[in-house]
């Protein structure tokens, strides 16, 4: 059964970069069914997709965060990742890594349990 | 990218049905198929709850049906129970070849 996990720190410095791993398990993240993607969610507040990206390395990201934030996958670690720089306060949130299930489906199938990051000197 | 509109909340008695509405553009829900709902409980991380507008994952309550006209989708569920008490939040993909959320609807089950 497919699964996904987060780890990372959970404290970043303000203008430092923030990055975290997912790991997948269950299955290949080369799998060509599923996107990988990472959502935040900040404290009291509303989801917000991050970005996606596909095992070819395709990537996409939120418009709000472009220049700012790079995916990455590495099937040899069943993994990918997440980095933000310049991290400000405004970017503590709870971190979700997730499967997106790719066409003709397309939604997030599998949500990892999230990890909380604070940006705090 | 604008987030998707959704009321902040929305109530209903135990046994009653709701209806929560996705209110988005001709970008993102009036052209895709591809809108999604999830179910946040607090604490906890989203499940989804409906995908690609009207499906239902297995596993999912048949009470829990999808629809969409135009620019805005639609969440009812039906015979309302204590437990689906939680957030509820809609996702569309959009032309940018992203993805927006909406602002999310607290469900209070009275």
């Known amino acids: 059964q497919l699964q996904v996990q987060e780890s990372g720190p959970g404290l970043v410095k303000p203008s430092e970069t923030l990055s975290l791993t997912c790991t997948v398990s269950?299955?290949?993240?080369?799998?060509?069914?599923?996107?990988w993607a990472w959502i935040r969610q900040p404290p009291g507040k509303a989801l917000e997709w991050t970005g996606s990206i596909y095992y070819s390395g395709t990537t996409y990201y939120s418009p709000s965060l472009k220049g700012r934030v790079t995916m990455s996958v590495d099937t040899s670690k069943n993994q990918f990742s997440l980095n933000l720089t310049s991290v400000t306060a405004a970017d503590t949130a709870v971190y979700y890594c997730?499967?997106?299930?790719?066409?003709?489906?397309?939604?997030?199938?599998?949500w990892g349990r999230g990890t909380l990051v604070t940006v705090s000197s | 990218q604008s987030a998707l509109t959704q009321p902040a909340s929305v109530s209903g008695s135990p046994g009653q049905s709701i209806t929560m509405s996705c209110t988005g553009t001709s970008s993102d829900v009036g052209s895709y198929n591809y809108v999604s709902w999830y179910q946040q409980h607090p604490g906890k991380a989203p499940k989804v709850m409906i995908y690609d507008v009207s499906n239902r994952p297995s596993g999912v309550s048949s009470r829990f049906s999808g629809s969409k006209s135009g620019n805005t989708a639609s969440l009812t569920i039906s015979g309302l129970q204590a437990e689906d008490e939680a957030d509820y939040y809609c996702?569309?993909?959009?032309?940018?070849?992203?993805?927006?959320f909406g602002g999310g609807t607290k469900l209070t089950v009275l």
């Open positions: 997730a499967a997106l299930r790719a066409p003709p489906y397309f939604y997030f199938d599998l």
């Open positions: 269950g299955g290949s993240v080369s799998r060509g069914s599923y996107y």
């Open positions: 996702s569309s993909y959009t032309s940018s070849n992203t993805w927006v």
